[in-house]
């Protein structure tokens, strides 16, 4: 039998993430393993994502969680530069820019003067502001906009994903392509992982950081994990009249875009009614047809000439209850982590989530930042965090 002091399962952004916070501890000695059951990451949500950062949330925990996570992104070369291979990961620091009518400004505002009050650097601007610092944007229906002038914009996601593993490698972090199909609970701990190849693993610490298929790893100890996976679209889209320097735009409706090198990509969250558990990579362009591009056109009227390039589909670790992370402890099986639940957040939140649960299994505290609102103990006692500012 193999054995391990941390057992990480999920090699995804956030898993690589913690295993790369724990082993660069100086002060951490423990071997620490990471079972990915998909080494290629070809159906992984870290790549398919949208690469997005930004600081405006409403709650102050995600925005914290996301400051450090863009001045990690932009100092990586710092981080993660391996023996003298240096790392580079693009940071396009465009901003984020939320639109709201009359209907949705005060949340906005409210918003906005939590974020600011942290420290982030985001500005309130009116329809006229507006119209001035972005001239292609079709403003007379808005109340106003938030955008942020800092620290806000995209990075390259499968970038960040392979230079946390391979830094976590350099650190003496072992990946083992394999998929856990058991947990041996003794007691209030799990001793040990069973494998589909490799047999089992014994461990003094387990982490869950399965991503979407997490709801099945916490199953296999009896807990019931509001975590289910659930499909999100990007079309790649072409305009011949681009908008200049466009930031990441949300519209009122949640129908986004972006620049994307010379085109343009863009979504929307689907209505909870119309949004159920699902793996496939099936692209629905009616969709696109029916919602995407006339809310883009109304918004963006150059947009009125897309033309539709091409479409992804990636997967959200959707938490049914609030759509925020599920951090720490199982409150009975005291060496289980969570490491859960992101919605569309981890990537921008991955360094904060690693240093955090690297820091609870080196020392059992949070010492950087308090997340223990996001804990279990939530879920089991149905007490949602509402998160405002959701895309």
């Known amino acids: 039998m193999q054995s391990c002091d941390v057992a990480i399962i999920g090699g995804g952004v956030i898993g690589s993430a913690i ?5 660069g501890r100086t002060d951490f000695k423990g071997s620490i393993a990471v079972v990915e059951m998909d080494p290629t990451y070809e159906t992984a949500a870290t790549p398919r994502s949208a690469g997005g950062v930004r600081q405006q949330f409403s709650t102050p925990e995600n925005i914290q969680m996301s400051m450090f996570g863009a001045a990690f992104i932009k100092d990586a070369r710092e981080h993660l530069t391996i023996d ?12 984020y820019l939320f639109l709201a009518t009359a209907a949705g400004f005060e949340t906005l505002r409210t918003n906005h003067t939590t974020q600011t009050s942290l420290g982030a650097k985001v500005a309130l601007l009116t329809p006229s502001e507006l119209k001035v610092r972005f ?11 938030c955008y942020g ?18 830094k976590a490698r350099s650190l003496g972090v072992t990946y083992l392509a394999d ?52 499909k999100r679209i990007v079309y790649v889209f072409d305009c011949r009249d681009k908008p200049e320097r466009a930031p990441l735009t949300i519209d009122p409706t949640g129908v986004w875009c972006r620049p994307e090198g010379a085109t343009f ?47 992804w589909v990636g997967h959200y670790d959707y938490n049914t209850l609030d759509q925020n992370a599920i951090l720490g402890p199982h409150p009975e099986v005291g060496n289980f982590y969570f490491a859960n639940g992101f919605s569309g957040h981890g990537l921008q939140q991955s360094p904060a989530v690693g240093r955090a649960i690297a820091e609870l299994i080196a020392y059992g505290e949070y010492r950087s930042l308090d997340l223990r609102r996001f804990g279990y103990e939530r879920v089991a006692k149905n007490l949602p965090i509402l998160e405002l500012n959701v895309v």
């Open 135 to 145: 001239p292609w944007l079709h403003v007379d229906d808005l109340a106003g906009g």
């Open 265 to 311: 990509i863009g979504g929307i969250s689907p209505a909870e009614s119309e949004d159920p558990d699902c793996t496939d990579f099936e692209i629905d362009y009616k969709l696109y047809e029916d919602v995407v591009w006339p809310t883009l056109a109304q918004r963006i009227p150059a947009f009125e000439a897309l033309k539709l390039v091409r479409a």
């Open 179 to 230: 998929e856990v199909t058991g947990l041996e609970r003794v007691g209030n701990r799990i001793a040990s992982v069973t494998l589909r190849d490799g047999g089992r693993l014994a461990c003094s610490a387990i982490v869950n950081a399965a991503g979407y298929h997490a709801d099945k790893i916490a199953a296999m100890i009896g807990a019931d994990l509001p975590v289910r996976p659930r």
């Open 149 to 166: 002038l800092a620290n806000e914009g995209w990075t390259d996601p499968y970038g960040l994903l392979q230079a946390f593993r391979r």
């Open 84 to 95: 003298g291979e240096v790392v580079e990961l693009p940071f396009v620091e465009w901003g």
């Open 19 to 23: 295993a790369y916070f724990l082993a």
